[in-house]
């Protein structure tokens, strides 16, 4: 797979290859059996059921680091962040920032289109649970750095949905920007804030899961700080 990543010559030919993985086993036979029995509200629709590649524009200045899709989210629609509630009030929050066309994500033809901002997870494929392994995360791991690699010409902030996500970027720091991550690492927390050298600044987020919006811990008027930040950083008015 780490060749298969370092072949991709631009964003769609990783898509393609992304969409085609097979490497853990685990999360293969989950995708594969949620895209098979179906939630009821859903159970007339046809499943994508696959790992789910990134989104948004070629050209980024600012991308956005989740997780994994959702196991009837983007493992249903076949585009990351859209079907369900996390999605809503991701993409709501987008809009309102100026960096999506429209507030909703609901499948993948549906007209939404991103200003300079590109989204994509750590994970490709709906984990049980939502907790993918740390050898599922390693194993992912090229997939997510070639991402970074193609658009690094006009990359300058990530967001990181999460501590996962956040762990996540460290390597990527070593592998695709030659840069020695911190140590110790700075710690996760909404609004955190790290930069250094030649790699985008890297700004924390709460993970906009129901747990968080539900129960206030994340709110819109927080999602619409962290991007007016992301914002600034990266030059985009």
Not at 115 to 121: C, E, G, Y
Not at 134 to 160: G, K, N, S
Not at 165 to 187: E, H, K, M, Q, T
Not at 204 to 209: A, D, L, M, N, W
Request: aromatic share 8%; with cysteine.
């Amino acid at each position: 797979m780490v060749a298969r990543a370092a072949r991709a010559t631009d964003l769609a030919d990783l898509d393609a290859a992304v969409s085609d993985c097979f490497a853990c086993p685990r999360l293969v036979a989950w995708r594969e059996e949620v895209a098979r029995v179906k939630r009821a509200a859903f159970r007339d629709q046809r499943y994508w059921g696959r790992p789910v590649p990134g989104f948004g524009a070629a050209d980024a200045r600012i991308a956005i680091l989740g997780l994994a899709p959702a196991a009837h989210g983007g493992n249903r629609t076949g585009r990351i962040f859209t079907g369900d509630r996390s999605g809503d009030v991701l993409f709501a929050a987008l809009h309102r920032a100026g960096l999506a066309n429209q507030p909703t994500s609901v499948a993948a033809d549906d007209g939404l289109t991103l200003r300079d901002t590109r989204i994509f997870a750590a994970v490709r494929c709906a984990p049980p649970d939502n907790k993918p392994t740390p050898a599922e995360r390693d194993t992912c791991a090229p997939w997510l750095h070639r991402e970074v690699a193609l658009i690094r010409p006009t990359l300058r902030v990530v967001v990181a949905l999460g501590a996962f996500a956040w762990a996540a970027w460290w390597p990527v720091l070593r592998d695709v920007y030659g840069v020695r991550p911190p140590s110790p690492r700075p710690a996760f927390g909404h609004g955190a804030h790290w930069s250094g050298g030649s790699a985008p600044a890297l700004l924390g987020c709460y993970h906009v899961s129901q747990q968080n919006t539900f129960t206030g811990r994340l709110t819109p008027g927080m999602l619409d700080d962290v991007f007016a930040r992301a914002k600034q950083l990266a030059g985009v008015d």
